[in-house]
């Protein structure tokens, strides 16, 4: 007996303005309301669209709320910016890192974010996951990687890359980042991070060079 039934029809394909505008939409509410105080419908009417249009993007608000850090850090921090680029030094990939970092983590957004984070710490315990996973451990990942990568080259000497990794995005972020968290100091402008940046890069291939 021949089989006539015909296969499922696909849904269609998203539409990527829209999955932008609802990520757009989720970190603003994601800043101001916090996590628990942030519903799908919320981001729905903020972005414009229908609540089944985001949950045709994104399954669930872990996922949605994950996918806003993401988003955050790929655009101000990409993953190619991690990739060991043999065309030039490791010190100049090493310091577009540093200032791409330290502009991200001092920009409005990510102040406020984590800030809130900070606030909400003891109440929201799996929102503090779910960004640390989607953020910070992405960004360390892909330093990790790269440290492993410039290993394998020869270029550097790194027993540890998990720790040599936390080592460097520490020495960034130092005690000005605090001061920033706390309304102390303003952050770096672009002429104080690019002294700084260069100064914490010899710092790291002065502990880690392969000559060293």
């Known amino acids: 007996m021949t089989d006539t039934s015909t296969p499922a029809a696909r849904g269609r394909p998203k539409d990527p303005a829209k999955r932008a505008a609802i990520l757009d939409a989720a970190e603003k509410l994601f800043v101001s309301q916090g996590f628990a105080g942030t519903s799908m419908d919320a981001v729905a009417k903020e972005a414009g669209v229908s609540k089944l249009t985001v949950y045709s993007h994104f399954s669930d608000k872990e996922t ?77 990942t892909a330093m990790e990687n790269l440290i492993r990568s410039a290993n394998a080259a020869g270029q550097l000497d790194v027993s540890d890359p998990k720790q040599a990794s936390e080592n460097f995005f520490a020495l960034l972020q130092g005690c000005q980042h605090m001061r920033v968290m706390i309304g102390y100091q303003q952050p770096m402008t672009a002429s104080e991070a690019q002294p700084h940046a260069e100064q914490v890069v010899a710092l790291f291939l002065r502990a880690y060079g392969k000559s060293s």
């Open 64 to 140: 949605l709320f994950s996918a806003a850090i993401e988003a955050k850090c790929q655009n101000m921090l990409p993953v190619p910016i991690f990739e060991l680029d043999e065309k030039q030094p490791l010190r100049t990939t090493l310091t577009k890192i540093g200032l791409a970092f330290l502009e991200l983590i001092h920009s409005p957004d990510a102040v406020e974010l984590q800030r809130l984070m900070n606030s909400q710490a003891t109440q929201d315990p799996e929102m503090a996951r779910l960004f640390f996973e989607a953020g910070p451990q992405r960004t360390l």
